[in-house]
Each structure stands twice: as structure tokens, then as C-alpha cells.
């Protein structure tokens, strides 16, 4: 496979997740204090590298068809939960994940928290913030760079489309020093939803002995097919007359980082 | 006990997620197909989108159905 359609689907995946983790670092940092908040970051992306160096090359000792069938159930799993969620908030049933009020929400729960110096950093609750946010963030990145450069023999096109995300979002948000509020996340999501799931559908199914007619070729038919299903799905869910209905009850979980 | 807990429940929720019927149906679907390939001997590169399709269409079905009476 060209290295071009992988590089762009951890691009966008990893900017969603980016926008993400932007919006808990910028919180933590302009309502409270930037060395604790840097200090969270640099220590969390030291957990991230610690995590990707000991599990990517334990994956890649796998023989192709294992890793393929265990990685492919892992990727569609995953892409269906985000296809999940991209159509119920596409649909009215989920609130849309809105990063002015993610970030508004944030900066409260930071204004009323004590400041407490703990381990050598001097305000805790920063730190602890933006640990946590690039970390959850930041797993997810690391999956799909993982599983997708793992797949396609290719972990160094993963890495550039990650880094390329995070790059872009890091001066994008220095720049306007607010969350990124104008990324059409839910569309973006929705995008990475039929990736993920056609790649792991593709994949898994390669794993468990079949073979595709047309070979890679049968991504080109898989991908399309899976966003018309998708969209099929908003269609008829909007067609039940719910576009309007209230967003999240309590059987859904609620907006969390990373979700 | 408590930490086990929570590291468990955090990855459960990171691969899972909201609906565990999806990963059931999921990897029901690759152990059929890994079925019908080796054992029947049958082409069946279709039952997994099928599967993803239904899981996708069953899961949001549930998480809305509920919200319409």
C-alpha cells in the first residue's frame, strides 16, 4: 500500500486527539502554571515513548497472520466505538463534543482547586492535569501509529503522519492560545471511524485466512462502503424524527477526555 | 486491588468502550470466518463487513431505542 493514505489517516486521527489534549494543557496552563503544566506533559510523553518503545517491537516478533488478525480486531472494534459516537452526535442523540465548553468546563474545575506543591512540582493539580490529558490522549495516538505502521511495515510513515498532527495543532494553538474550537471534530472523528474500521475489517479478516478478491485493491470498494453504511445509519436515525431529541442520557457515558 | 480495578476498567473502556456487543460480534465474526476459510473451504471474505455492519446498526439501535419512548 502507498505510504500517502497511511500518513493521512494517523494525520487526521492524531489531530483530533491533539485538539484534544490542547484544549486540557491550555487550561491548566493560562488559569493555573505553565512549569507544573509542561512539567505533566514532559512527564507523560516520557510514559508514551516508555510504552511504544517496549510494546512496538514486541508486536512486530509476531508472525504477519497473528498480527493481523489480532491487530484487525483491535482496529475495527475500536473504529466502530468512534463511528458509534460520530453518528449518535451526527444525529442529536450525543452532545457534540465541543472544546469551547471542554476547555470553559476545565478552567473552573482549575480556578477552585488549592494549589499544593508535591514531589519537586510546585502546583500538583497542574501537573496532574496535563498528565493525564496528554497521556489518554496520547495512548490513542500510539495505538493507531502502532497498529497501522506495524500492519503496513511502515512505523516510520505512522510516526510522520503523527508528528506532522502534532506539530500543526502545537502551533496552531500557540498562535491563538485558545482551543481549537473551529476543527470539525465530530467530522473529522467520523472520518477516522471508517478508517480504522475498514482497515481492521480488512485486516481481521486477512487474519483469519481469507482472501480478498482483488487484493489491497479491495480497500478502495471497503472504505467507500463502509462511510455509506455510516452514513446510511444517520439517515435513518434522523428518519426516526431523533435529530432533535436531547443529548446524552445517563445510559451514555459522558464526555471524557479521550472520548 | 483498588489500582488493578481501575487499570482494568480504564483499558476495558479504551478498547471496548460503550457497547460490549460490538467486540462480541466482532470477533464472533472472524472465528466464523476463520471457519468457513479453513475448515468449509468457502470464500468468505463477506461475513466480516456483514458483522461490522450489524454491529454497528444493533449498537446504535440499542443506544437510541431507549431514548425514543
Redesign the interface.
Known sequence: MNALPLILTVFVACVVEAVEALTIVLAAGLTREWKSTFQGMGAAIIVLAVVTAAIGPAISFLPLTALR?VI???L???G??W???A??RA?G?KALHDEASAYLREVAAAESATKESRRGVSDWYSFTLAFKGVLLEG??VVFIVITFGDNQHNIGAAVIGAAAAIVVVTITGIAVKAPLTKVPENWMKFAVGVML?SFG?FW??E???????GNDA?LLV?IP??AL??AA?IFW?RG?G?DR??PA?A???PEVV?S | MNRIKSFGAFWYDFVIGDDWHVAVIVVAGLIVTALLAHVAGIPAWWVLPLCVFGALGWSLHRATASRRS
Open positions: 488478525l484487525g480486531a483491535l475495527a472494534i475500536f466502530l466505538q463511528l458509534r459516537k453518528v449518535l444525529t442523540y495512548l490513542e474500521t475489517t481481521g479478516a487474519g483469519a485466512g481469507v482472501a480478498w478478491p479491495a471497503l462502503l463502509v453504511v455510516a445509519y436515525l426516526r431523533a431529541a436531547a442520557s445510559s451514555e457515558s479521550g
